[in-house]
C-alpha cells in the first residue's frame, strides 16, 4: 500500500452539481494530503461530471454509474475501489474541517486498538414544508458527550452519523459492506454491526470535525413517516435476536421516542 492511500474519502453523489464543489474543496484542503478522494456519481443526469473535469489533483478518482441504486451502493462500489487502510465518508452537501484526517491519524496512532472513530458535527436541520419553503428547526453543536457508551447505541441515544466516522477498511470483511436494502439510518445499522464485532472498538472525538446540513423533505409528509417506519422496522428485525436491543424504545414507534414525535417537536418549537 503506497503512503499516498493511507486514507480513502469516498463520496457519492446524484445531481448536487451546484453544492458538491464544496465538499470536494473541503478535502483538497486537508492539512494531512495522503489520501485519495473516490467520488461516486449515483447517475446523475445535472453537470456533475463537468464539475469534476475542473479539478486536475491525481488524488481525486471519478465514476459514474449507469443507474441510480442509492447512496448506500455507491459507497459499496467505492469500497471496491479503495486503497486506503483508513476509510472515510462525506455526503456531497456537507463539509470537513481542515484538520479532519489529521485528527484521525492521531487519534488511530494513540489507539491502534480502535477500529472505528467518530466526533462531533456542527449539525443543522432544515425542514421543507408543502409550500416549498425551507425552516432551520436546529442550528447547534452535537455532544454526545466524553466517552461512548454501547447500551446507548442501540437505544439511538447515539447516532454515529456517516459524515463523522472513520473506519479500518479490514473490517468490512467481518461486519459486511452498507445494507443497500436502506435508504435511511443505513449509518446507524452500519455502526450496529461494527458494535457487533467490535464492542471495544469505538472511540469519540470530543470535537467539532465537520459542517453537516440535513434536509427534511416534509411536502409529503406521509410518504416520508412510511419510509422512517419501514427502516426502523427493518433494523428491529434483523437485530431483533441481539441482547443489547432489548433495552430499546424506538421501536414500535413510541410517544416522544419515534422519529415522527421528534421531528413534529421541533415543528411545533419553532412556530412557538
Same mark, same amino acid.
Not at 452539481?17 to 456519481?41: G, K, M
Not at 478518482?61 to 475501489?81: E, I, Q, V
Not at 441482547?243 to 411545533?268: A, E
Given at each position: 500500500?503506497?503512503?499516498?492511500?493511507?486514507?480513502?474519502?469516498?463520496? +457519492?453523489?446524484?445531481?448536487?452539481?451546484?453544492?458538491?464543489?464544496?465538499?470536494?474543496?473541503?478535502?483538497?484542503?486537508?492539512?494531512?494530503?495522503?489520501?485519495?478522494?473516490?467520488?461516486?456519481?449515483?447517475?446523475?443526469?445535472?453537470?456533475?461530471?463537468?464539475?469534476i473535469e475542473i479539478y486536475s489533483d491525481p488524488r481525486l478518482?471519478?465514476?459514474?454509474? +449507469?443507474?441510480?441504486?442509492?447512496?448506500?451502493?455507491?459507497?459499496?462500489?467505492? &469500497?471496491?475501489?479503495s486503497q486506503g487502510k483508513y476509510i472515510a465518508y462525506l455526503?456531497?452537501?456537507?463539509?470537513?474541517?481542515?484538520?479532519?484526517?489529521?485528527?484521525?491519524?492521531?487519534?488511530?496512532?494513540?489507539?491502534?486498538?480502535?477500529?472505528?472513530?467518530?466526533?462531533?458535527?456542527?449539525?443543522?436541520?432544515?425542514?421543507?414544508?408543502?409550500?416549498?419553503?425551507?425552516?432551520?428547526?436546529?442550528?447547534?453543536?452535537?455532544?454526545?458527550?466524553?466517552?461512548?457508551? &454501547?447500551?446507548?447505541?442501540?437505544?439511538?441515544?447515539?447516532?454515529?452519523?456517516?459524515?463523522?466516522?472513520?473506519?479500518?477498511?479490514?473490517?468490512?470483511?467481518?461486519?459486511?459492506?452498507?445494507?443497500?436494502?436502506?435508504?435511511?439510518?443505513?449509518?446507524?445499522?452500519?455502526?450496529?454491526?461494527?458494535?457487533?464485532?467490535? +464492542?471495544?472498538?469505538?472511540?469519540?472525538?470530543?470535537?467539532?470535525?465537520?459542517?453537516?446540513?440535513?434536509?427534511?423533505?416534509?411536502?409529503?409528509?406521509?410518504?416520508?413517516?412510511?419510509?422512517?417506519?419501514?427502516?426502523?422496522?427493518y433494523i428491529f428485525q434483523k437485530h431483533q435476536k441481539y441482547?443489547?436491543?432489548?433495552?430499546?424504545?424506538?421501536?414500535? +414507534?413510541?410517544?416522544?421516542?419515534?422519529?415522527?414525535?421528534?421531528?413534529?417537536?421541533?415543528?411545533?418549537?419553532?412556530?412557538?
Open positions: 500500500m503506497e503512503k499516498n492511500t493511507l486514507f480513502s474519502i469516498i463520496i +457519492p453523489t446524484y445531481n448536487r452539481c451546484h453544492l458538491l464543489w464544496r465538499a470536494i474543496n473541503s478535502v483538497l484542503s486537508q492539512t494531512y494530503p495522503f489520501f485519495e478522494l473516490i467520488i461516486v456519481d449515483d447517475a446523475s443526469t445535472d453537470k456533475t461530471k463537468e464539475l478518482k471519478y465514476f459514474k454509474l +449507469p443507474k441510480n441504486k442509492g447512496a448506500s451502493h455507491a459507497r459499496n462500489y467505492a &469500497l471496491k475501489k455526503d456531497s452537501d456537507n463539509e470537513w474541517h481542515k484538520d479532519f484526517l489529521e485528527s484521525y491519524l492521531k487519534a488511530f496512532t494513540k489507539f491502534p486498538e480502535k477500529v472505528i472513530i467518530f466526533a462531533k458535527k456542527n449539525y443543522r436541520l432544515k425542514i421543507i414544508d408543502a409550500q416549498g419553503k425551507e425552516d432551520i428547526l436546529r442550528d447547534e453543536t452535537t455532544n454526545h458527550g466524553k466517552y461512548f457508551d &454501547l447500551k446507548r447505541l442501540w437505544q439511538r441515544k447515539i447516532l454515529i452519523d456517516t459524515n463523522t466516522l472513520v473506519h479500518k477498511k479490514e473490517i468490512i470483511k467481518k461486519v459486511g459492506k452498507w445494507d443497500e436494502k436502506m435508504d435511511f439510518w443505513e449509518d446507524w445499522e452500519f455502526t450496529l454491526r461494527i458494535s457487533k464485532k467490535f +464492542p471495544d472498538g469505538f472511540l469519540y472525538l470530543n470535537r467539532t470535525l465537520i459542517d453537516y446540513e440535513q434536509k427534511i423533505d416534509f411536502s409529503h409528509p406521509k410518504k416520508v413517516i412510511t419510509n422512517w417506519n419501514k427502516n426502523e422496522k441482547p443489547l436491543i432489548k433495552f430499546q424504545d424506538w421501536y414500535p +414507534p413510541q410517544k416522544h421516542k419515534s422519529t415522527v414525535s421528534i421531528v413534529k417537536f421541533l415543528i411545533d418549537k419553532k412556530k412557538g
